[in-house]
């Protein structure tokens, strides 16, 4: 079974610039996630969706981040403009709920540098 | 403010000792409660959940983690560490969605 595919995996950008992550997550996974991951930290939510609608989006900074599901499968994640503190590790994320439990699948991970 | 707390931020142990990573979690629900490890430049892995039932839970890569309710903790364990096993680890809370740590680092020493 393939993984939680992202791209690109590093992106370093000039602030104010804009940037785009995508995620194709595993087939058949309904619930996807994106996490902002800042160094030395946890992974922090920042929306999620079942199939193609948003469940919580109350942790997304909406005047710049963005996220779209497109037919419940591929996900897109966008920064317009982005800030210096935005630098962080993008995961994207896809649930399996499985006879009264479930677990996350994690995407290796979008890097991303503002300067 | 509800959250999952690891204390220590880093940890060294030497190869072939036992380790034991520490979490809190201050939710007042029945708790889902997972162990991540995340190697540098990968996502993370799952090694063990639990949800209910025996409170002694058991992993992947000889790892397990003993639920106490009564301590609010989920402490992970290992009998003997692997250079391998040198990592990033995140305890996490989840319901509909999963509350991090802020993870421990963990270096084994030759």
């Known amino acids: 079974e393939a993984g939680v595919a992202q791209s690109p995996r590093y992106k370093i950008i000039e602030k104010r610039q804009s940037v785009a992550f995508w995620c194709n997550p595993i087939?058949?996974?309904?619930?996807l996630y994106w996490y902002q991951q800042i160094l030395g930290q946890g992974p922090k939510l920042l929306i999620q969706?079942?199939?193609?609608?948003?469940?919580?989006d109350s942790q997304l900074p909406k005047d710049r981040f963005s996220a779209e599901r497109l037919k419940g499968v591929d996900s897109t994640l966008k920064i317009q403009p982005a800030k210096l503190e935005d630098s962080a590790v993008y995961l994207c994320?896809?649930?399996?709920?499985?006879?009264?439990?479930?677990?996350?699948?994690f995407g290796p991970g979008t890097r991303l540098t503002v300067t | 403010a509800q959250s999952v707390t690891q204390p220590d931020i880093h940890i060294t142990v030497s190869e072939g000792a036992s380790l034991e990573l520490r979490c809190n979690y201050s939710y007042g629900a029945t708790p889902y409660l997972f162990w991540y490890v995340q190697s540098p430049g990968q996502g993370l892995q799952l090694l063990l959940k639990y949800f209910s039932g025996d409170t002694l839970v058991q992993g992947i890569k000889g790892f397990e983690a003993e639920f106490k309710r009564s301590q609010s903790s989920f402490n992970l364990r290992k009998p003997s560490v692997h250079w391998s096993d040198a990592a990033e680890y995140f305890c996490a809370w989840g319901d509909n969605d999963m509350r991090f740590g802020a993870g421990t680092r963990l270096t084994v020493k030759p």
């Open positions: 969706f079942q199939n193609n609608g948003v469940v919580d």
């Open positions: 994320a896809t649930k399996l709920a499985l006879g009264g439990t479930y677990e996350q699948y």
């Open positions: 087939s058949g996974h309904a619930t």
